[in-house]
């Protein structure tokens, strides 16, 4: 962990999230402090479209620096679906209703994406972009994490993101790359 420590807001309503970025941030000597929820949220095909946009707003609305993170699920024999809507899908189908929208299809493949935007008042939001491939399980599997970890197993990995310890989970999770992405950026760049 390196000696001298710098805080970034992260404008976010979901404390998983929060605590990974604590640990994800860490080595960058970064510390992320909670700006409660995330403020406008557009409807639009990528998770990058989505929070850039809430990062700008964000940025202007309390005259901060900050980060915004959206993410989703991607279903590859669902077109796609959740994705941007993972949110509202994770709340609504629940993983059960996800399990069921499965049954009986060719293939389980899906991936994570982050996209974790950066944003001032006075400037336009820089956005990096992390992604996760696996597939999805048949039943659910471990109680860490958030969210659809249950039920999501990463390439190459034996276990589900809900049995993995956080650390493990933010080794290899679509915001584990892009929040590092922008812990590199964020170190060497912002003044
Ligand atoms: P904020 O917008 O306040 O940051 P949120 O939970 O609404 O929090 P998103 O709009 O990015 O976040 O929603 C993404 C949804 O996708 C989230 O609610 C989960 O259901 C799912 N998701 C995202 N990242 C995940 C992860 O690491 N593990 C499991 N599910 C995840």
Redo the contacts with the bound molecule.
Sequence with gaps: MPASSRSVRFA???NG?MEEARIILSPFGIRPVALN??GV?IQADTVSEVASYSARVASRKYKKALIV?????FVESLGGFPGPF??YA?KTLEIDGLLKLLKGEGSRRAH?ASAVAYCTPSSEPKVFEGVVRGRILEAQAGSG?????PV?LPDGSAKS?AQMTLEEKCAV???GRAMRKFGSWFVTTEP
């Design positions: 976010t309503g979901n999230k929820g995330k949220e993170e959206d993410a989703g699920l993972s949110s994770f994570f994490g958030f969210g659809f970890d999501f993101m999770s679509h915001r």
